[in-house]
């Protein structure tokens, strides 16, 4: 039994078509977008054959098989950074698509369903799946996040999933240089990054960038420097596969950086 590449290819193509303009894939989590890649993904899957839902969270599910008895989920994510790749979650889905029309062309009798899951959200924490699992942080601003999404607590909760399952399969692109570097097409994973985030304020003292001398300064941008160094040499030291990332740096009061003078 094969899969249709260019079946596959075309399906590819055509959910990549949802995007906002600019360079790249751009459908963001909870955006116009991401809602259109899955009612694409919803019809695709109808026109396929399978039988479709979603749950109240948003999750796009399509299965073949069996009506009763535990399944087998295969998929990844509709929604992207802005600008993103056009395989990163996409791929997933249309991967386990194309498996599911390949199994029902063939006519393949199966013992236990088999599922084609679009997970909502992926690239904002993990969302969609969250709620599937059952496993979505209440933090303080919870219900305020959910008025802003358009959703409930009660759609949450109506959405845990997972138990409906016995297994879960995702083929994911490789977003580091592993495969690459060793020239292999394909790998297994057998773990996966603990991530942690933390936002960190060093505090200095303003002063007059001419005025006062280098001997008096306690500078919070130079002092954070420093900071970056040891934070990378640390990080080092622990060897692969621990990886840390400083991604942004806010300067205030950086006076010149609000000035409105055409002069500095
Ligand atoms: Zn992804």
Same mark, same amino acid.
């Given at each position: 039994?094969?899969?249709?590449?260019?079946?596959?290819?075309?399906?590819?193509?055509?959910?990549?078509?949802?995007?906002?303009?600019?360079?790249?894939?751009?459908?963001?989590?909870?955006?116009?977008?991401?809602? !259109?890649?899955?009612?694409?993904?919803?019809?695709?899957?109808?026109?396929?054959?399978?039988?479709?839902? !979603?749950?109240?969270?948003?999750?796009?599910?399509?299965?073949?098989?069996?009506?009763?008895?535990?399944?087998?989920?295969?998929?990844?994510?509709?929604?992207?950074?802005?600008?993103?790749?056009?395989?990163?979650?996409?791929?997933?889905?249309?991967?386990?698509?194309?498996?599911?029309?390949?199994?029902?062309?063939?006519?393949?009798?199966?013992?236990?369903?088999?599922?084609?899951?679009?997970?909502?959200?992926?690239?904002?924490?993990?969302?969609?799946?969250?709620?599937?699992?059952?496993?979505?942080?209440?933090?303080?601003?919870?219900?305020?996040?959910?008025?802003?999404?358009?959703?409930?607590?009660?759609?949450?909760?109506?959405?845990?999933?997972?138990?409906?399952?016995?297994?879960?399969?995702?083929?994911?692109?490789?977003?580091?240089?592993?495969?690459?570097?060793?020239?292999?097409?394909?790998?297994?994973?057998?773990?996966?990054?603990?991530?942690?985030?933390?936002?960190?304020?060093?505090?200095?003292?303003?002063?007059?960038?001419?005025?006062?001398?280098?001997?008096?300064?306690?500078?919070?941008?130079?002092?954070?420097?420093?900071?970056?160094? /040891?934070? /990378?040499?640390?990080?080092?030291?622990?060897?692969?596969?621990?990886?840390?990332?400083?991604?942004?740096? !806010?300067?205030?009061?950086?006076?010149?950086?609000?000035?409105?003078?055409?002069?500095?």
């Amino acid at each position: 039994m094969k899969i249709d590449l260019k079946r596959l290819i075309g399906m590819l193509e055509e959910v990549n078509s949802v995007t906002d303009e600019g360079e790249g894939m751009t459908r963001p989590a909870f955006s116009n977008f991401e809602d !259109q890649a899955h009612e694409w993904f919803i019809k695709k899957c109808e026109a396929l054959g399978l039988r479709t839902h !979603q749950d109240a969270f948003g999750n796009s599910f399509a299965t073949i098989g069996p009506k009763e008895g535990k399944g087998i989920l295969i998929g990844s994510h509709l929604d992207t950074v802005n600008n993103g790749g056009k395989f990163d979650g996409a791929l997933g889905v249309i991967t386990a698509l194309e498996v599911a029309a390949t199994l029902l062309d063939n006519n393949v009798s199966l013992k236990k369903p088999v599922t084609v899951v679009a997970f909502r959200a992926e690239e904002v924490g993990l969302v969609g799946s969250s709620v599937f699992t059952g496993l979505l942080e209440r933090t303080e601003r919870f219900e305020d996040w959910l008025k802003n999404i358009n959703r409930t607590a009660a759609t949450v909760d109506e959405s845990i999933g997972y138990e409906a399952y016995t297994d879960y399969l995702e083929l994911h692109i490789e977003q580091g240089k592993n495969l690459e570097t060793k020239n292999k097409n394909i790998g297994i994973v057998n773990s996966i990054a603990s991530l942690n985030r933390m936002n960190v304020t060093v505090h200095g003292e303003a002063g007059h960038a001419g005025t006062i001398s280098m001997e008096e300064r306690n500078d919070a941008l130079m002092n954070t420097a420093k900071i970056l160094t /040891e934070f /990378e040499r640390i990080v080092k030291s622990y060897g692969a596969p621990n990886v840390g990332t400083v991604g942004t740096l !806010q300067v205030y009061p950086s006076s010149r950086g609000k000035s409105s003078s055409p002069l500095i």
